[in-house]
């Protein structure tokens, strides 16, 4: 998630900051950046290249493009481009902090972030992937310490609020991170973003306010129609809720967005053997097992161990 934050800011950064050899391959290599296909962006971002191998844009959508498809080397060279060329740009500084948090190099990515921050005081990735690397580290407290500071420097800004709560859900502090998206949404009212409502529906899941949650995760869904998390977490509050045919749809979504995931197989064998339908829910008890899920084998003695 602090990925999709830090590619919503790069994308206003592509279109505003600096002028791009090409802006209209510069612009469809972000807008793929944004939905997360990475493959296509980053072709856009190689055909700009080859018409302006200087282009800091595309090196930064390269480095970008590589890191979310995992080729963290090749992704570091982009980086490491794009900074040389340009080594007081606070954009070129973040960009290669990301990559080193990617790689596992917190102090490096800090390092990185303090200068861009140096550079523009309000470059709130920086600050946000500051607080990530300390997070990494083991040190919430520091983690948090940044996530605040820039907060009550920066009031207004939404993307800092959901950093904030991302990290209050990944400490279980549910309330805290309720509050922090709510925030984060009235702020931003005309383009509340996926992300928030996504894990504002998780701290609900996990305090059992399962309307709430599901009404998140509705509007996740709609953001996000191809998003199998979406799915899949609506898909758990319809079961907890026992909504059981709506729970099997959601499921049934989410494996067609993501399929061979042990997980949902799981869930779609719970939620139809709530519905008594013993037959589908071996199958997929079956397939989750097959892929180690020891709950699904379980299941398997218990209940599908005649057939």
Not at 195 to 213: C, D, K, M, V
Not at 258 to 274: D, I, Q, R, W
């Amino acid at each position: 998630m602090y990925r999709s934050l830090f590619l919503l800011f790069l994308f206003s950064f592509l279109g505003s900051n600096l002028i791009a050899q090409n802006p209209t391959l510069i612009a469809s290599g972000n807008a793929n950046l944004l939905k997360k296909n990475f493959k296509e962006a980053l072709n856009d971002f190689t055909q700009a290249l080859q018409e302006n191998p200087s282009s800091i844009q595309a090196l930064c959508g390269s480095a970008l493009a590589n890191n979310g498809l995992g080729n963290f080397s090749e992704a570091l060279n982009f980086a490491e481009s794009a900074l040389k060329l340009a080594p007081q740009s606070d954009i070129t500084n973040t960009t290669k902090g990301e990559i080193l948090v990617s790689n596992k190099d917190y102090a490096g990515a800090i390092a990185l972030f303090n200068k861009a921050t140096d550079l523009n005081k309000s470059n709130f990735q920086a600050y946000i992937g500051k607080s990530k690397a300390y997070n990494l580290l083991g040190d919430a407290k520091e983690a948090y310490k940044v996530l605040d500071n820039a907060i009550a420097a920066f009031p207004s800004s939404a993307e800092l609020f959901i950093a904030r709560g991302l990290l209050n859900n990944s400490k279980e502090k549910y309330s805290k991170a309720l509050s922090d998206f709510d925030k984060a949404l009235s702020l931003n009212e005309k383009n509340n973003t996926f992300t928030a409502y996504y894990n504002r529906g998780i701290a609900y899941q996990f305090l059992q306010e399962y309307e709430p949650a599901l009404a998140d995760f509705n509007k996740a869904a709609e953001l996000e129609p191809t998003n199998a998390n979406a799915f899949y977490s609506r898909g758990l509050t319809n079961y907890q809720m026992g909504n059981y045919e709506p729970a099997v749809n959601d499921f049934l979504r989410a494996d067609e967005l993501n399929p061979n995931s042990a997980v949902t197989y799981y869930n779609l064998g719970m939620a139809f053997y709530k519905l008594e339908k013993l037959n589908d829910a071996c199958m997929y008890f079956h397939k989750s097992c097959g892929m180690k899920n020891t709950n699904a084998c379980k299941m398997i003695i218990m209940v599908c161990s005649e057939k």
